[in-house]
């Protein structure tokens, strides 16, 4: 049991060590992007395609996947519903994968897989909920902020640099 309770750490550090190379990776090339497309006269920065976009088409064309979609898009507007699909997809693998070393019995891989996606949808929740929570409070500051800038003469675009910087 030792070594599955090992193997099963190791695994969970690799994946939250990749997590957290992936974000700091989006992190710094949006950065990057927003350098390169900030200039007078730049294009706008191409968009990110959908995650899974494809199969979440086909399950939202289905019955349960309505309801699913308008779930998501009630709970998480801000989640397109193909990323959504995919962070379902992932918590059922990872959590049945993780039971299933951790115990190596199909009765605890079952119910880990079916609460999985109520756990990520809870997460998601939460963090949306964090984040606009913030956005409520700095507001009205930047909103005080910008106004200051405009009333002293400036563009609307360096009254923006402003309150970014």
């Known amino acids: 049991m030792d070594t599955a309770v090992s193997a099963a750490s190791a695994v969970c550090l690799l994946v939250l060590a990749t997590a957290q190379a992936y974000f700091r990776r989006c992190r710094y090339s949006t950065q990057l992007v927003q350098r390169l497309y900030s200039g007078p006269g730049a294009a706008h920065p191409p968009a990110r395609g959908p995650l899974l976009g494809g199969l979440a088409e086909r399950i939202a064309s289905t019955a349960l996947g309505d309801r699913l979609r308008a779930h998501a898009a009630a709970s998480h507007p801000s989640v397109r519903f193909s990323d959504y699909v995919a962070l379902a997809l992932a918590s059922v693998l990872a959590s049945a994968l993780a039971m299933w070393i951790l115990t190596a019995r199909m009765a605890a891989v079952i119910p880990a897989a079916l609460v999985a996606p109520i756990a990520v949808d809870r997460i998601v929740a939460r963090i949306h909920g964090t984040r606009s929570a913030r956005i409520e409070k ?24 402003i309150v970014a910087d």
Do not use: E, N, T, Y
């Not at 009205?140 to 009254?159: F, H, I, T, V, W």
């Open 138 to 161: 700095q507001l009205p500051d930047a909103l005080g902020l910008q106004a200051g800038a405009l009333r002293a003469g400036q563009s609307l675009l360096k009254s923006l640099r």
